[in-house]
């Protein structure tokens, strides 16, 4: 935090100025709380195993995968918690398995159990194929999770190599892709377009739980979170929050982060008063490069 400008240097009073930021905030903020509608599950034990040595493809980072599911919702502006797949769900509107390679009984159970109980669950490739022993489940996905998603067979994976796409409707998908036949109540929401897999399921649902056998490049993979949150009752924080601008509510605050450069006006409802200025703002508020604002109505 000193640089060898020392106390003078900017690092140094930036940090110095966010301490005094949040002391000043910290009588507001103590007992107010963040709810979000969506969690995003992972498993430190089902990174270990999907990380191993003479898995199907070497292009598949789980890191790397979790990071575009998340910022795929981050950029909707969806407030997101992360869960482990064997705790008490039912409290989000949705949850979302980017990737767990390996499952418990307990967790697999957990999310049938959750979709049962109405809630929505988006899951990608490779989730369910071994149990916590690292043994490859029958038919290269856990059998209760195929069911709910409804998967007839899975056929064949068909990883993609380095830099690869392959063609699908609206969108390119990358990593990864598969062969799937689907159930016969399965609703096909996307298919393959090209190659072997043309006409192949690439998105499928049943009821409320959907399964994406590729990653989705990231235009496309935003719009259909999007789309799948609004049809469970999530909604952003603020609609229509310019590029970069991240909305969280915590209680009766609103919090307003500015990741970019460039200063720009956020729109709101009605008069706000910000407790980093001390001014009221009222129908918009302007944030400067890496600005902040801490809104109480």
């Not at 919702?73 to 767990?100: C, K």
């Not at 029958?138 to 007839?152: H, N, V, Y």
């Not at 399965?186 to 009821?207: I, N």
């Amino acid at each position: 935090m000193v640089s060898h400008a020392g106390e003078e240097g900017r690092t140094f009073q930036e940090v110095k100025r966010l301490g005094a930021d949040l002391a000043a905030l910290g009588p507001h903020a103590a007992d107010r709380h963040i709810t979000a509608d969506v969690a995003v599950l992972h498993d430190w034990h089902a990174w270990w195993a999907g990380a191993q040595d003479a898995r199907p493809s070497t292009e598949v980072d789980l890191p790397a995968v979790l990071t575009a599911w998340h910022r795929a919702l981050w950029e909707n502006n969806l407030t997101t918690d992360f869960a482990h797949p064997e705790h008490d769900l039912s409290g989000y509107r949705m949850i979302l398995v980017p990737q767990l390679y390996a499952l418990t009984d307990a967790a697999i159970d957990n999310l049938l159990g959750y979709v049962r109980g109405g809630g929505v669950l988006v899951c990608g490739f490779l989730t369910g194929v071994a149990d916590e022993d690292d043994r490859v489940r029958d038919g290269g996905m856990d059998a209760r999770l195929r069911e709910l998603f409804g998967i007839r067979v899975l056929h064949e994976w068909w990883p993609l190599d380095p830099g690869e796409t392959v063609a699908a409707d609206g969108f390119r998908g990358t990593l990864w892709s598969e062969e799937l036949e689907p159930a016969a109540d399965a609703r096909v929401e996307t298919v393959y377009r090209q190659g072997e897999l043309d006409g192949m399921p690439a998105v499928l649902r049943r009821d409320r739980a959907w399964y994406l056998s590729t990653l989705p490049e990231p235009d496309a993979f935003r719009t259909l979170l999007a789309r799948i949150a609004a049809e469970a009752g999530v909604r952003p924080v603020l609609e229509g929050l310019p590029p970069g601008v991240e909305a969280v509510r915590r209680g009766d605050l609103l919090f307003l982060l500015h990741h970019g450069r460039e200063p720009v006006t956020v729109a709101l409802a009605g008069t706000h008063h910000d407790l980093l200025t001390g001014t009221t703002v009222t129908d918009e508020v302007r944030l400067d490069r890496y600005g902040v604002a801490v809104l109480r109505p």
